[in-house]
């Protein structure tokens, strides 16, 4: 007979939700997910195909059971949280954790120039060999300045500075953000983003552009703009605020709590220029 009281925005949510709906359409997939930076509550978490748990609460036990079972068997699998139990290679939106790594490692700042061109040949290697290209976006002829590799997503430039950091460099600022690792408690099973292990050179510049094996859940990303905008700390995701007894009285509550300082509050600065 108690209560559970959320961090969800009740505005935000329905935002979410029918913004989505438009999107995929009513049989569509996907997840949306809105995070306050500094404190990590989850505003909005909205995963389509949906369904109306009130059906699962029915005094008919038949009922309930057939409901239960072809919500089971539906392809679309509707009982999937999408937002934390899909993960997916996260693509160009992956470009800001490459540009994260490229300034705390002081390779580069968000003034400086970076590669550039229309193409790029990976390294050689045991790996893929492929030739990066940018689709014709503006990304210049060699070098270029940041912030308009950043703002034509650039992927000749991104695939060239996970080259140059490597792949241990690039999986180590992916878990300071989150990746490889459990951190959201409030709702299981949560899927693990995941960055690879042992890449090679040119593996490493796939990942610099979200691609080879590298896969995040929508909540995962949303942690890595959200730490960016909370001056490089990442904070713990959490859905309940606080639990109340049957009369609302408090009886515990969720106090904010940091995952990691994933980049300095210089870098974060310069990565909310250069976005």
Partial sequence: GGNVQLTINAAAQRAAYEGLARVVGPNGQGAVVA?????????????LPSYDPNLLADHDLAKVNSTAKRLQDDPDQPLVNRAIQTRLPP???FKIVTAAAA?????????DLVPGGPTYQ???TSGSTGLIDNEGRDCGTTRIPFAQALENSCNTTFARLGVELGADK?????EKFGFNRSYFSDLLPQVESNFPQDADKAQAGQSGIGQFEVAAT???MAMVAAGIANDGKVMKPYLVDSVQSPEFEQIESTEPELLDQAISSSTASQLTDLM
């Avoid at 995070?35 to 995963?47: D, H, I, N, W, Y």
């Avoid at 690039?170 to 992916?174: E, I, M, P």
């Fill in 35 to 47: 995070l306050q930076p500094r404190t990590g509550k989850v505003l909005a978490m909205v995963s």
């Fill in 91 to 93: 693509g160009s939106t």
């Fill in 103 to 111: 300034i705390e490692d002081g390779l580069y700042t968000k003034d």
């Fill in 122 to 124: 990976l390294p050689l």
């Fill in 170 to 174: 690039l999986r180590q600022q992916a």
């Fill in 218 to 220: 929508p909540l995962q």
